[in-house]
């Protein structure tokens, strides 16, 4: 497996040690879901436990690299920036959310990056320049995004009413998942505002190495990326290359 590096693995195992907590406290929210009482301390708990052990598990990977929970604009050195998404639906029994790592240069160009839900033990991972994956038993899945060119017929996952787009509209509550189904080819885009970008992060990478695009919402020329954009205003459009014309143009008419 020449595709996964020495830091790729070593991130696997720290990511999938840190939410090990995850799957007994998502059990006890089920429980909780039928009580009186506000559980949103339990949620809260539950999730800066896992935040915790990031911290701790990174640092033995790389103990020279900053940990933040957002993407830092003056750095000088490489860093990781975790996050959590999904909350809201982790706290309605929903098992749609994901924990979040991508590790950054210091110009913030995103060098790896690793999506997982927990509830599911859904691992998607990807390495600029190696493409992106989805953890496998015994083989790992190569992802691609979807070769769809049809727009009446495309899946597209959105966070706000968007009526020119067709009815095979769909909303996770948890944009770093919906990225890595557009990575899987189970959408055909994302389109969504005002994003943690440590979320969007984690989740342009699979687009990009899946051979899909991503652009700030509200760009005008689509002739490149601008990724620095994206993080700043949170706001996405990512899209496989048969189907982005036609989005981008629709978003920005």
Do not use: W
């Not at 060098?111 to 599911?120: C, D, F, G, T």
Request: net charge neutral; glycine share 4%.
């Amino acid at each position: 497996m020449s595709y996964i590096s020495p830091t790729l693995k070593l991130l696997i195992n720290a990511v999938k040690k840190a939410s090990n907590s995850m799957n007994r406290d998502f059990s006890e929210i089920e429980r909780l879901l039928s009580s009186v009482k506000n559980h949103s301390d339990f949620v809260n708990s539950a999730f800066e436990r896992v935040e915790k052990n990031l911290y701790f598990e990174l640092a033995k990977v790389k103990s020279e690299f900053p940990v933040s929970k957002e993407l830092l604009k003056n750095s000088k050195t490489p860093y990781f920036v975790i996050s959590s998404d999904g909350i809201d639906n982790f706290a309605h029994g929903m098992g749609l959310f994901t924990i979040c790592v991508a590790m950054c240069d210091a110009e913030n160009n995103v060098l790896i990056s690793l999506v997982y839900n927990p509830a599911m033990d859904e691992l998607y991972f990807a390495e600029k320049g190696n493409g992106a994956y989805k953890e496998g038993f015994r083989n790992h899945e190569r992802l691609r995004v979807s070769s769809r060119k049809d727009i009446e017929s495309a899946v597209v996952s959105t966070n706000f009413a968007y009526d020119k787009f067709s009815e095979n509209l769909r909303v996770l509550g948890a944009v770093s998942l919906e990225l890595a189904y557009l990575a899987s080819g189970k959408f055909d885009a994302v389109v969504s505002r005002e994003n943690n970008s440590a979320n969007l992060a984690a989740g342009a990478l699979l687009v990009k190495e899946a051979g899909g695009y991503v652009y700030e919402l509200s760009q005008q020329d689509i002739r490149s990326e601008n990724v620095a954009k994206i993080f700043d205003s949170g706001n996405i459009l990512a899209v496989n290359n048969s189907l982005s014309k036609k989005i981008h143009e629709l978003v920005n008419s």
